[in-house]
């Protein structure tokens, strides 16, 4: 259990930090992404795809 829970901490710090330097690098081309509980859980379980995926639902649909 405790094993379980460090790894999530852990992604979700990884999520964070790669959500909070996306929105910097991404800032010119005004990207933003919002730090909210669906975006940090889709950052959290699904990784790098699904904060690439949350990208580009900004890019093309925002």
Do not use: A, H, Q
């Not at 710090?13 to 859980?41: E, H, T």
């Amino acid at each position: 259990m405790k094993k379980l829970i460090l790894g999530l901490i852990k992604k979700l710090c990884f999520g964070l930090v790669v959500m909070y330097s996306i929105n910097i690098l991404l800032s010119d081309l005004n990207v933003n992404l919002p730090f909210n509980v669906f975006s940090i859980s889709v950052s959290t379980f699904l990784g790098i795809p699904g904060i690439v995926s949350l990208v580009l639902l900004n890019i093309f649909i925002i």
